[in-house]
């Protein structure tokens, strides 16, 4: 399994950004799918989560209100969305399904 997060940029605080992350080797419609971010000097922390089909969708308290998490299983993409980004936000973040890990996507979010 591969994964491969794109879409990761210098935003201003109350900014917006899209991340992707496209799967590889993977049974990618039966799989739940998870965004996790990692800001500096501090732990991987979970973000958002996709089911299969319905695609319920969950979102932590953090997020809650300021993300959108979607997938694409024709194309095999999982997709964020964040908005009203702050400063507090600048990390690297990846995707994961079950044990696999993508190499993550740099955000940063200052003037």
């Known amino acids: 399994v591969r994964l491969v997060e794109s879409g990761g940029d210098l935003v201003q605080p109350g900014g917006s950004l899209s991340l992707s992350c496209k799967a590889f080797g993977l049974a990618f419609s039966g799989s739940e799918m998870k965004w996790y971010r990692q800001r500096p000097r501090k732990a991987r922390e979970w973000v958002a989560s996709?089911?299969?089909?319905?695609?319920?969708?969950t979102y932590s308290d953090a997020v809650k209100g300021r993300a959108f998490i979607s997938r694409a299983d024709a194309e095999s993409t999982v997709y964020l969305r964040m908005n009203e980004l702050t400063p507090e936000e600048t990390a690297v973040y990846y995707c994961?399904?079950?044990?696999?890990w993508g190499q993550g996507t740099q955000v940063s979010v200052f003037e």
């Open positions: 996709i089911s299969k089909r319905p695609s319920i969708r």
């Open positions: 994961n399904v079950g044990g696999w």
